[in-house]
């Protein structure tokens, strides 16, 4: 949302160094990767509202605090900690969706929720932009902290427990209460179901995952190269406007509306074929669903995506027709959610005992790449231009489209059989 501000904030800061202006976008990125490795755990005891809206009030502070930041120093700080506030939802979302929906429905309630960390930085610039012209910069964050603190009185009021063993704990507790009778317990009780050695088992899982599962490897490098070119994009996409259209900054914010077209569609679409296929093809399996089902949504992702960077990158570098350039940046964000929704997908049906484990490690390794990607965006713009710069990253997600749909249909059931976390142990 302050990507088109970052020369305001620059005149503002007196930051002149492009790699610490990029750091104050990115680092927000951080913060959304590593907050699920604490927040999991807590969920796992104390349920998914409380994380929520704790969650959510941690970041209002300190998103609020980013808007009175006086130094770039002071502003990566509170970007890194409202961004480990705002994880929240990715902390508990995947588990959530498992909690309320079965595999054939689950893919259009993920494609709501995959939504939303895409639509945003799209539309979020726009609104950005229109508020540093007409305010300034710091109105940017003070206008979120105001519509998220709404949000939170919204949650106190309508936010119900989700999480099967806290709902039984509670209703255990209630009967011992009740009865006096302190035997009653659930499977989920006991003395080594403690915040502490959750935290601990929580922390070492996902680096136990990425190392051990290779399935969550291949998932893991897919959707972490997407997400570092998806935000690549994003937050150089104002310079082409600003610099080589010569748009000013509000006019230039309003082409995030292709990318929103591009992400609402794919949304939609997605998410109604993602059920489909995966009930078509459980039916022809004598009515047995597998996880591999979901494979066959990130085909038409995996072409997308390559093609929207084609034509986004040369017809940017051609000073072509404004529309061009917005058409191959729809196309690319339609690709980009499609294979979110199916990878996403993907994870929940293979590990659905440990899936809150599983969408942290792919949430820290994404994260770490929509981080680092940004950072040498100008440079390899600077060096190579927008269409041989975008057609580096259109090669590098055409590899990864190719390769990861074939393993993960052709060996994904044999690597889950050989899992001691994976559906069919």
Same mark, same amino acid.
């Not at 980013?66 to 120093?73: D, H, I, M, V």
């Not at 079965?102 to 995959?114: H, L, N, W």
């Not at 993907?346 to 440990?354: G, V």
């Given at each position: 949302?302050?990507?088109?501000?970052?020369?305001?904030?620059?005149?503002? %800061?007196?930051?002149?160094?492009?790699?610490?202006?990029?750091?104050?976008?990115?680092?927000?990125?951080?913060?959304?990767?590593?907050?699920?490795?604490?927040?999991?755990?807590?969920?796992?005891?104390?349920?998914?509202?409380?994380?929520?809206?704790?969650?959510?009030?941690?970041?209002?502070?300190?998103?609020?605090?980013?808007?009175?930041?006086?130094?770039?120093?002071?502003?990566?700080?509170?970007?890194?900690?409202?961004?480990?506030?705002?994880?929240?939802?990715?902390?508990?979302?995947?588990?959530?969706?498992?909690?309320?929906?079965?595999?054939?429905?689950?893919?259009?309630?993920?494609?709501?929720?995959?939504?939303?960390?895409?639509?945003?930085?799209?539309?979020?610039?726009?609104?950005?932009?229109?508020?540093?012209?007409?305010?300034?910069?710091?109105?940017?964050?003070?206008?979120?902290?105001?519509?998220?603190?709404?949000?939170?009185?919204?949650?106190?009021?309508?936010?119900?427990?989700?999480?099967?063993?806290?709902?039984?704990?509670?209703?255990? *507790?209630?009967? *011992?209460?009740?009865?006096?009778?302190?035997?009653?317990?659930?499977?989920?009780?006991?003395?080594?179901?403690?915040?502490?050695?959750?935290?601990?088992?929580?922390?070492?899982?996902?680096?136990?995952?990425?190392?051990?599962?290779?399935?969550?490897?291949?998932?893991?490098?897919?959707?972490?190269?997407?997400?570092?070119?998806?935000?690549?994009?994003?937050?150089?996409?104002?310079?082409?406007?600003?610099?080589?259209?010569?748009?000013?900054?509000?006019?230039?914010?309003?082409? &995030?509306?292709?990318?929103?077209?591009?992400?609402?569609?794919?949304?939609?679409?997605?998410?109604?074929?993602?059920?489909?296929?995966?009930?078509?093809? *459980?039916?022809?399996?004598?009515?047995?669903?597998?996880?591999?089902?979901?494979?066959?949504?990130?085909?038409?992702?995996?072409? @997308?995506?390559?093609?929207?960077?084609?034509?986004?990158?040369?017809?940017?570098?051609?000073?072509?027709?404004?529309? %061009?350039?917005?058409?191959?940046?729809?196309?690319?964000?339609?690709?980009?959610?499609?294979?979110?929704?199916?990878?996403?997908? &993907?994870?929940?049906?293979?590990?659905?005992?440990?899936?809150?484990?599983?969408?942290?490690?792919?949430?820290?390794?994404?994260?770490?790449?929509?981080?680092?990607?940004?950072?040498?965006?100008?440079?390899?713009?600077? @060096?190579?231009?927008?269409?041989?710069?975008?057609?580096?990253?259109?090669?590098?997600?055409?590899?990864?489209?190719?390769?990861?749909?074939?393993?993960?249909?052709?060996?994904?059931?044999?690597?889950?059989?050989?899992?001691?976390? @994976?559906?069919?142990?």
């Amino acid at each position: 949302m302050i990507s088109p501000a970052v020369d305001a904030i620059a005149a503002d %800061l007196h930051e002149s160094s492009a790699i610490n202006l990029e750091l104050t976008l990115s680092i927000f990125l951080l913060g959304l990767g590593f907050g699920p490795l604490l927040l999991s755990p807590i969920s796992e005891i104390h349920g998914r509202p409380v994380v929520l809206l704790i969650g959510n009030l941690f970041f209002v502070v300190w998103n609020t605090a980013s808007g009175f930041a006086q130094t770039a120093g002071q502003l990566m700080a509170f970007r890194l900690l409202a961004g480990f506030g705002a994880s929240a939802p990715l902390a508990i979302g995947g588990g959530l969706l498992s909690d309320l929906w079965e595999p054939e429905r689950r893919g259009q309630a993920m494609a709501i929720y995959t939504s939303g960390p895409l639509v945003g930085p799209a539309l979020g610039p726009i609104i950005g932009a229109y508020i540093a012209q007409y305010t300034t910069w710091r109105w940017i964050f003070w206008v979120v902290s105001i519509a998220s603190g709404c949000f939170i009185v919204v949650a106190l009021l309508f936010l119900d427990e989700t999480y099967p063993p806290k709902l039984l704990s509670d209703k255990a *507790r209630r009967l *011992r209460k009740q009865t006096g009778n302190l035997a009653l317990h659930t499977q989920y009780e006991g003395p080594d179901r403690t915040l502490v050695k959750l935290l601990k088992l929580n922390l070492i899982r996902p680096v136990r995952m990425l190392s051990t599962q290779v399935i969550i490897q291949i998932l893991s490098a897919f959707m972490s190269t997407l997400y570092g070119i998806m935000y690549l994009v994003l937050f150089t996409f104002p310079l082409l406007w600003t610099n080589r259209y010569h748009e000013s900054v509000s006019t230039g914010s309003l082409n &995030y509306i292709s990318t929103g077209i591009g992400f609402v569609v794919g949304t939609q679409v997605a998410g109604r074929f993602n059920d489909q296929i995966y009930k078509r093809l *459980r039916t022809r399996n004598n009515g047995v669903g597998i996880p591999e089902f979901r494979v066959p949504l990130l085909i038409p992702g995996s072409i @997308a995506i390559p093609i929207g960077l084609f034509w986004y990158g040369w017809t940017g570098q051609a000073h072509a027709h404004w529309i %061009l350039p917005n058409i191959g940046a729809a196309i690319f964000c339609f690709g980009v959610i499609t294979c979110f929704q199916a990878l996403q997908s &993907y994870t929940i049906d293979a590990y659905p005992r440990y899936a809150a484990s599983a969408i942290s490690t792919l949430n820290v390794t994404r994260s770490l790449t929509g981080f680092g990607f940004p950072l040498f965006a100008p440079y390899m713009y600077d @060096a190579l231009g927008y269409g041989w710069g975008n057609s580096v990253l259109a090669f590098a997600a055409l590899a990864f489209g190719i390769i990861g749909p074939l393993v993960l249909w052709k060996y994904g059931a044999h690597l889950r059989a050989r899992s001691t976390y @994976a559906a069919g142990e």
